[in-house]
């Protein structure tokens, strides 16, 4: 029975190799990729940096390499980029116009908006000056009405 229980307690080297090595650094490994992933670098650049500083990997990794996106001598790449600029620059100025129209369009505007609300004013001001002017006509007219009545009264 104790041969049993020491056979069972044994683990197979590759096993325990396996747990104890290989998955950890898979782990490791994985958690840096998410760190620098998510620390919005480039992961390929601080790879090959990082890289170059260890002895056998080294060897293995070219620091001279380029990326894909990476400016290049190439004339005619040089020549679309310049008509790339020259686009972009016209862009910008067409919109900067359109910017300073829109500008001196809410300038005048706004003083439009000042005229319509003076002359608002002015229109309800002269209309209750009519109001204020034909109910001191109908007093008036009323007083006139009462004084003839009593006058072809006493007569």
Do not use: C, Y
Not at 14 to 22: D, N, R, T, V
Not at 139 to 151: E, T
């Amino acid at each position: 029975m104790g041969k049993k229980s020491d056979t069972t307690k044994r683990m197979n080297p590759l096993a325990w190799i396996f747990f104890a090595i290989i998955v950890p650094i898979i782990v490791a490994i994985t958690l840096v990729v998410i760190t620098i992933f998510l620390s919005g670098k480039d992961g390929a650049a601080w790879f090959r940096e990082t890289a170059s500083h260890i002895p056998v990997v080294s060897s293995l990794v070219d620091t001279n390499k380029t990326a894909p996106n990476s400016n290049s001598t190439n004339p005619e790449s040089i020549k679309e980029k310049d008509k790339e600029i020259e686009q972009l620059t016209n862009q910008v100025n067409d919109l900067e116009a359109t910017i300073d129209q829109l500008k001196q369009n809410i300038v005048k505007l706004k003083k439009i908006s000042k005229i319509i609300s003076i002359q608002t004013k002015q229109t309800r001001m002269s209309n209750r000056r009519k109001q204020i002017q034909s109910r001191r006509f109908q007093v008036r007219l009323k007083k006139w009405i009462a004084s003839k009545r009593q006058r072809s009264l006493q007569a």
